[in-house]
T-cell receptor, first 112, second 114 residues
């Protein structure tokens, strides 16, 4: 599994755009990039997944450069409720159960 | 929409006792995963089942065992509990249909070993 590196913590004000970058230098050809969000004492929640270029959903955007050695999760106009830990995961979407390997996530703190 | 159900939500046990955690996946999901998250730590994968067969194994102690039943619910059995087993235990489920392997997590069971 590709090792991921992301900032331990980030601070933002409400209403700002937040970009969290994840490095995954040894990503394999078959690997996808997935981001999960976790609130305290709750299970992680899927945010977005991508393979290359840009993916956007109602919650976030995921930017992946051509070399795929990094990716950036973009959260537009964050609110206080976006305060959480964000995990970047890299792995294959295999035909059977694909375990998630969580590294050290990014603790995002949003304030007024 | 139906979510993953875990029971109990809280459990207090003493050292050397046994515990059984239950997980009811989202209907029509064929895969169940178990994760352990210690205080201040990141979730760690324990074990997974696909169509009632063990499909992957992570850092699960030999004192723990798990299975998935014919109705797809899963149970994590923990014996000879140790203080270090105190953690949040999450169950997640997913479905191969649709090509997405997004995992849906339950609310977790908080196990406290005293």
């Amino acid at each position: 599994l590709a090792k991921t590196t992301q900032p331990i913590s980030m601070d933002s004000y409400e209403g700002q755009e937040v970009n969290i970058t994840c490095s995954h230098n040894n990503i394999a050809t078959n690997d996808y990039i997935t981001w999960y969000q976790q609130f305290p004492s709750q299970g992680p929640r899927f945010i977005i997944q991508g393979y290359k270029t840009k993916v956007t959903n109602e919650v976030a955007s995921l930017f992946i450069p051509a070399d795929r050695k990094s990716s950036t999760l973009s959260l537009p106009r964050v609110s206080l409720s976006d305060t959480a830990v964000y995990y970047c995961l890299v792995g294959r979407n295999t035909g059977t159960a694909s375990k998630l390997t969580f590294g050290t996530g990014t603790r995002l703190q949003v304030t007024l | 929409a139906a979510g993953v159900i875990q029971s109990p939500r809280h459990l207090i046990k003493e050292k050397r006792e046994t515990a059984t955690l239950k997980c009811y996946p989202i209907p029509r999901h064929d895969t169940v995963y178990w994760y352990q998250q210690g205080p201040g730590q990141d979730p760690q994968f324990l074990i997974s089942f696909y169509e009632k067969m063990q499909s992957d194994k992570g850092s699960i102690p030999d004192r723990f065992s798990a299975q998935q039943f014919s109705d797809y619910h899963s149970e994590l059995n923990m014996s000879s509990l140790e203080l270090g087993d105190s953690a949040l235990y999450f169950c997640a489920s997913s479905s191969r249909l649709g090509g997405s392997y997004e995992q849906y997590f339950g609310p977790g069971t908080r196990l406290t070993v005293t």
